[in-house]
């Protein structure tokens, strides 16, 4: 890369971070990029010329949130153990540092709302949604056999209601405590479905 393309590259990185900081701190999309690029330390001008105005900046935060997203699930995955540790791997990474803090957290709430006007934000929420989805199956099916869906489901929503909880509080987010209220319902589900030593999910028991 050269000189002059990271230091576009940073800049863009700047903006994106001003952006969600100012969204959250308003705790509404009505912020300008005049004050995104305040905040980025760059002129206005130059925020327009990487991303066109307000509306192309707000989605490339919302993208860019979701690409460290993703890069938390393969870390926690590469380095989870088991069945039991990969389904832990992901509520990991829906906590991690990078995205269960004040800033992220208000972000993500007003992103929502902004899905329900804008096609481009919903389609982003629901490719969320879906990888979401598809991970906690994959991960609990060797567990709980047929009932993974479901139970994924269940722990999904429970990863964005914490979020809005955390959203609705005044003192600073603690990761360690949501993850541990949704490892405690996960051990409840798969308990009764887990046959201890055998690494086979039952249902009525009978291994399925």
Excluded: C
Excluded at 9 to 23: C, F, N, P
Excluded at 25 to 44: E, H, K, Y
Excluded at 77 to 85: C, E, F, H, I
């Amino acid at each position: 890369m050269t000189s002059r393309a990271g230091q576009a590259d940073k800049r863009r990185r700047a903006l994106i971070s001003a952006a969600l900081r100012e969204v959250s701190d308003a705790g509404s999309l009505d912020v300008t990029v005049a004050r995104i690029a305040a905040r980025a330390g760059v002129s206005s001008a130059l925020a327009h010329h990487y991303f066109g105005g307000k509306e192309d900046l707000i989605l490339a935060t919302m993208r860019h949130l979701l690409a460290e997203f993703g890069d938390a699930i393969r870390a926690e995955l590469r380095a989870s153990t088991g069945p039991r540790d990969r389904v832990s791997a992901l509520v990991r990474a829906s906590f991690a540092p990078d995205q269960f803090h004040r800033a992220t957290i208000g972000a993500w709430l007003i992103f929502y709302t902004k899905a329900m006007s804008s096609p481009e934000a919903a389609r982003l929420l629901r490719l969320y949604q879906r990888r979401l989805q598809s991970n906690l199956v994959h991960a609990l099916r060797p567990l709980v056999g047929g009932a993974a869906p479901a139970l994924a489901r269940t722990t999904a929503a429970l990863i964005d209601g914490l979020y809005l909880h955390e959203a609705l509080k005044r003192e600073p987010a603690d990761p360690d405590v949501a993850i541990a209220l949704i490892e405690a319902t996960l051990d409840r589900a798969i308990g009764d479905r887990w046959q201890a030593g055998t690494g086979r999910a039952v249902a009525a028991g009978r291994p399925v």
